[in-house]
């Protein structure tokens, strides 16, 4: 058996990363869950939050979008809405980013219908700042 999976991280733009990594953690639609070389396959749909990985005794993280996950036994495909790696992350952008949605959800009602896309925004606000070091 393999001590590494390959780990491939793509967004409609771009290809945000191509390692090979001891471990992959992500946050999927069911709840979080862990990825080591020789995993059963399967496939998952990703929710907005932080995904990591492990090499060696580095952990990486990253601000996902949502998307989905396909694994395999030697490989952790991940096609994302969006991404970020945390060095690529402006953690005082991040923040106003949630300071405007925080203002914006409370000038709105629970049935206003702009609500939601308040709340996303300032759930990827703090993923952001999450995976990039901050709060």
């Known amino acids: 058996m393999a001590s590494t999976i390959r780990l491939e991280l793509v967004t409609p733009e771009r290809l945000v990363l191509s390692e090979e990594v001891d471990e992959v953690v992500a946050p999927g639609h069911e709840g979080e869950f862990g990825v080591l070389p020789g995993h059963t396959q399967f496939l998952a749909t990703l929710n907005i939050g932080v995904m990591w990985y492990r090499k060696g005794s580095g952990i990486n993280k990253l601000a996902l979008g949502g998307g ?68």
């Open 68 to 135: 989905f996950a396909e694994v395999t036994h030697d490989r952790v495909v991940v096609m994302a809405d969006t991404a970020e790696r945390a060095d690529e992350i402006d953690l005082e952008r991040a923040q106003r980013a949630r300071d405007r949605a925080e203002a914006r959800l409370k000038e709105l009602t629970m049935d206003d219908e702009t609500h939601e896309k308040a709340r996303a925004a300032l759930n990827r606000a703090l993923v952001r700042m999450a995976a990039g070091g901050g709060e």
